[in-house]
């Protein structure tokens, strides 16, 4: 891991791969990069999102809520 790493995990499903990374910043603030890379005709594709601590709380709020959501929808399928 680099000095700034503080936790690293990984999903893969198929052609896609989530990563979940925490870091520390430069003033010591932590934040979360989620990147996802998608396998597509031999190269990758990259999107990344970045969630700072000020906000993630809300953010995983908002995440558990759609996540319920997505699942409640599956279940009554």
Excluded: C, H, P
Excluded at 18 to 27: A, G, L, Q, R
Excluded at 36 to 65: A, N, P, T
């Amino acid at each position: 891991m680099l000095e700034n790493e503080r936790y690293k995990g990984k999903i893969t499903k198929g052609k896609r791969t989530y990563f979940f990374d925490v870091k520390e910043s430069s003033k010591g603030d932590l934040y979360l990069s989620i990147d996802e890379r998608i396998k597509k005709e031999g190269e990758y594709e990259s999107q990344r999102i970045i969630i700072f601590d000020d906000v993630l709380i809300e953010f995983v709020k908002e995440l558990k809520k759609a996540a319920k959501f997505i699942t409640d929808q599956v279940v009554n399928e």
